[in-house]
């Protein structure tokens, strides 16, 4: 397996998918590492991972709750708090919310900054408020 030589971090890709013939798991970097990393976050539950029972947002719980005002500022402090804590490679500029009341869902606008470059990036979370119609 070929190492990768990245400043910003390199890790599995997710879901993790293993080739037989390159004897090895599917690697990214970089900013692709840094927007796994995010979605990983955002859709871990507070406590589910052993090792390290603090890790995650809890954004499931909320699934049902009517996004007033101050759903969106708990949901924002839940996603900074997280952010400051567990992903140190990227200083937080802000966290939107556009809520799409046909589709069921919320899109969460991460705008942040990775330090080590000082590049300005958006990353977009879909937040489901509603369960899944179409389960094959």
Not at 38 to 63: A, K, W
Not at 83 to 111: M, Q
Request: glycine share 6%; hydrophobic share 40%; net charge negative.
């Amino acid at each position: 397996m070929e190492e990768s030589q990245s400043f910003l971090g390199t890790g599995w890709g997710f879901p993790p998918t293993f080739h037989r013939s390159a004897q090895g798991v599917d690697m990214i970097s970089d900013e692709v590492d840094i927007e796994s990393s995010l979605t990983i976050l955002l859709s871990t539950d507070v406590g589910s991972r052993v090792m390290q029972p603090l890790y995650g947002c809890d954004l499931h719980r909320l699934v049902f709750e009517p996004l007033d005002t101050s759903l969106q500022a708990y949901m924002k402090d839940l996603i900074k708090t997280a952010i400051l804590y567990f992903e140190p490679r990227i200083i937080l500029n802000d966290v939107t919310f556009e809520p799409e009341p046909l589709e069921g869902r919320v899109l969460i606008t991460v705008d942040y900054t990775i330090a080590a470059t000082n590049t300005r990036h958006n990353f977009v979370y879909p937040f489901y408020k509603e369960e899944g119609t179409e389960v094959g």
